[in-house]
């Protein structure tokens, strides 16, 4: 299995503080994504890549950002975080090597925005 | 343009059998499969390429018509262990945005 680690684990913060989420990988995969997962909503995608600073965005990318300068990084920030925004986030990869194919996730961070 | 599932939640018995549906407004490429246990991430079930192409997974089966924009996965024999949120993912053609459906709930009793 590919090795992810998103860090922080939980996190609580205040409305309106900048907040970034990291997700870490160790094998090199091309394509990373970004979700949120909210009771009767599911997965959402916020962002994804598909390479080194290639990035773009997904279905609920207002309030957010990413950043990819290294092949094993991708950032999540919340430029002022809102409690809409209180949410458990979720890392994946392409596990395949395509994209797309067998996503394989972190596990996750806990979000909560007071 | 988030792929519906139906039911949303059921409950079954050990042993018996359950079909989940995921149904999607627009063309599909391909399907994959997920289930997450409570608390933790979501893991790879299988994929389906083709239309009409059939796979298996223990007693875990799942089907793919292209042209009814439909999949729909098999669960036989039900085990304690299959108890999860099952959801199907996507590629939205001509775009590279991998969506997931909307989960089903599925509980299983002894």
């Known amino acids: 299995d590919a090795g992810i680690t998103q860090s922080p684990r939980h996190k609580v913060t205040e409305t309106g503080t900048p907040v970034t989420l990291r997700c870490h990988q160790t094998e090199n995969h091309r394509y990373m994504y970004w979700y949120r997962q909210d009771p009767g909503h599911g997965l959402r995608l916020i962002h994804y890549?598909?390479?080194?600073?290639?990035?773009d965005k997904g279905e609920v990318s207002d309030g957010y950002s990413v950043s990819r300068s290294k092949t094993e990084d991708f950032l999540l920030t919340l430029e002022s975080a809102t409690s809409s925004q209180t949410s458990v986030y979720f890392c994946?990869?392409?596990?395949?090597?395509?994209?797309?194919?067998?996503?394989?996730f972190g596990s996750g961070t806990q979000l909560s925005v007071l | 343009q988030q792929p519906v599932q139906s039911p949303q939640a059921v409950i079954l018995r050990e042993g018996e059998d359950a079909v989940i549906n995921c149904s999607s407004s627009k063309a599909l490429y391909s399907v994959h499969w997920y289930r997450q246990k409570h608390g933790e991430a979501p893991v790879f079930l299988m994929i389906l390429l083709k239309g009409g192409e059939q796979k298996g997974h223990d007693k875990i089966s799942a089907s793919f018509n292209e042209k009814k924009q439909q999949s729909s996965l098999y669960l036989t024999a039900s085990q304690l262990s299959y108890s999860g949120t099952y959801f199907c993912?996507?590629?939205?053609?001509?775009?590279?945005?991998?969506?997931f459906g909307t989960g089903t709930r599925l509980k299983v009793l002894a």
């Open positions: 993912g996507t590629e939205i053609r001509g775009t590279y945005k991998y969506i």
């Open positions: 994946a990869i392409s596990e395949s090597g395509q994209i797309n194919e067998k996503l394989f």
């Open positions: 890549s598909y390479g080194v600073k290639d990035t």
